[in-house]
């Protein structure tokens, strides 16, 4: 009681009697009832982690390998997502292997009707067989049903109709957030025991860091779009891949660093890709937007060097760069060591401190025949990679969980 009144008398210090007493009043009347939870995380309050829900009917069903039901349940998504894109693309894969997929899009969708929404996929991602659901009530029984982001795996974990239980992970999404609500509920689906798919050895490590079985694929390109079949003849320009709104791409970073760039050797022409907008900075630069794949593949094979940066996963562009023989510059971190190993001789990892970052593209431009090493050495060591490969992975990692 004591503050209530000590609150009062400052107000009629600063305020006057009249103000106190109308906002005393004011107060007294004030909206008491309890407030509800914000809605988007209703779903997670009865979530229990230990609790493992799977239909014992459903357990004893015999399982046919060669010819799954899969149920695939994904956030909404947009025209151009990279993460739907791989989503999508295994899908397709494992529709081709004899699968079966349907998809469950969580929370609904954006473009209207699930019918709408499988019009979009077929038209701007890939042509599927699946059944799509706007919904994810009573979905059908499945032999496997696969979680695609950190809300789709609490549908996932409760889910009662599925042999075996699955999270195919592409990110370390706790760290999408800063540290707080959103953050542990994004950890805490690492803490559900589901099999977890990844896109790399850092995730599969992560993973297993939580106590979870984990198998990995390696993110690969298409050979037919990203190649050197087409020759042309590099020019003096650098490839910045700029997403500012993305923080996990390090564009401060990126911009500090490639200011000093432009500094030390103002003939070499910046260019920008992967945002319409054009962000303020310091040195002058060409913004190119958005591109098609075949137009990037282009853009690739007449650069001198093509910049990357992740500062969690790692992303197809150093794939798909190396594949055209373009030089690549990514970052330097666990994740990306994970991937492409400490010490290689076919891209270049930089510290994130700026100036060194500067170094690094600095030393490239000047070294050409270092620039010829490593877009030779980039071209044998992509050879490796498959699309259809790292399918047979994702298809083999489905059918282990159900033994």
Known sequence: MFRYMKKFFQIVKKQGLLIAVKKTVAWSKRDK????????????GDVSLSEKKISKEVKKEKVFKDHLTINWVIPDFYIGSGGHFNIFRAIQYLESFGHKCNIYIYGGTSFGTAK??????????????????????????????????????YIVHENENSKAKYYFVQDFEPLFFPMGSQYIFAENTYKMGLNCITAGKWLTKKMQEYGNNSTYYDLAYDPEIYNTKVKAKRKPQILYYCRQITPRR??????LALEQVKKKHPEIEIIFIGQKESPEVTFEYTNGGVFTHEELADLYRESMIGISLSLT???????EMMACG??????DGDNTRAVFGQDNDYITLSSLNPKDMAKVINDLIENEDKRKILSDNALKQVKNLSWEKSARIIEQAIKDGLK
């Open 313 to 319: 996963n790692y992303s197809l562009l150093p794939q």
């Open 250 to 255: 390090g564009f401060e970073i990126a911009m």
């Open 33 to 44: 009832r309890p407030r509800e939870v914000v809605l988007p995380y209703n779903f997670i």
């Open 326 to 331: 373009l030089p690549v510059v990514e970052a």
């Open 116 to 153: 709408d929404a499988k019009i979009v996929i077929n038209e701007n991602f890939f042509e599927l067989q699946a059944d799509i659901f706007d919904n994810c009530e009573d979905m059908v029984d499945s032999d496997a049903v696969i979680a695609t982001s950190w809300e789709t795996a």
